[in-house]
């Protein structure tokens, strides 16, 4: 099956410093790409959703200026947390849908610390 | 808004046992159904998915019945093994897999030999 790849698989950072995390469709383009988080004993939360070369359709309740979604190909998406606070520590996945998938593919996930 | 409730672990299980995860959903209009199951250190993989009411999607020995009178999707399979040993998500969407998607919060499963 299609494969994505997400990196880093974890990071841990200083309160204040902003986090890239690169979410990559290896062997397929990805016309649609996901970003979810997820919480201890939560579910997955999407947070937006990114079209290539769009402005990324972000969640009510996500704040647009603190993650900030870039969809510059048709391989790679990167999820920029500004400013990072201990309460943006969590998990953090992408998934991606390539044009006339039937099904996204997620990608590993990477946990953020912030501390 | 849309939202789905399944069953709370973890679950501990020999094998060869019955599984049976139990998911029922909120939802406006007629959405799409699926399982996902993420093994340890990997992505969520689709393991199947029912489209509209009284379809069964079935995979890897696993079934779920979309029961559109009682909203719900429970996954079963007669005879866990090892490998089965993961966390299982149920999720709704409403198109066929592509479009966003609200998932429940993940049950995980371990099955001892």
């Known amino acids: 099956g299609a494969v994505v790849s997400q990196h880093p698989s974890w990071v841990i950072c200083k309160s204040g410093t902003s986090v890239k995390i690169e979410c990559r469709s290896l062997d397929f383009q990805a016309t649609t790409m996901f970003w979810y988080r997820q919480f201890p004993k939560q579910s997955l939360m999407l947070m937006a959703t990114?079209?290539?070369?769009?402005?990324?359709?972000?969640e009510q309740g996500v704040e647009k200026d603190k993650f900030l979604i870039n969809h510059a190909s048709l391989t790679l998406s990167t999820l920029t947390v500004t400013s990072a606070h201990p309460e943006d520590s969590s998990f953090y996945i992408c998934?991606?849908?390539?044009?006339?998938?039937?099904?996204?593919?997620f990608g590993p996930g990477t946990r953020l610390l912030v501390l | 808004g849309d939202s789905v409730t399944q069953m709370e672990g973890p679950v501990t299980l020999s094998e060869e046992a019955f599984l049976t995860i139990n998911c029922t959903y909120t939802a406006t209009g007629y959405p799409s159904l699926f399982w996902y199951v993420q093994y340890p250190g990997e992505g969520l993989q689709l393991l199947l998915k029912a489209t509209k009411a009284d379809d069964k999607g079935s995979n890897k020995g696993f079934e779920a019945t979309y029961r559109k009178e009682t909203t719900s999707f429970h996954l079963e399979k007669g005879s866990v093994q090892v490998s089965d040993s993961a966390v299982y998500f149920c999720?709704?969407?409403?198109?066929?897999?592509?479009?966003?998607?609200?998932f429940g919060k993940g049950m995980k499963l371990t099955v001892n030999p």
């Open positions: 990114s079209n290539e070369g769009s402005k990324a359709t972000y």
């Open positions: 999720a709704l969407g409403h198109g066929g897999g592509s479009e966003k998607l609200v």
């Open positions: 998934s991606a849908a390539g044009q006339g998938q039937e099904t996204q593919y």
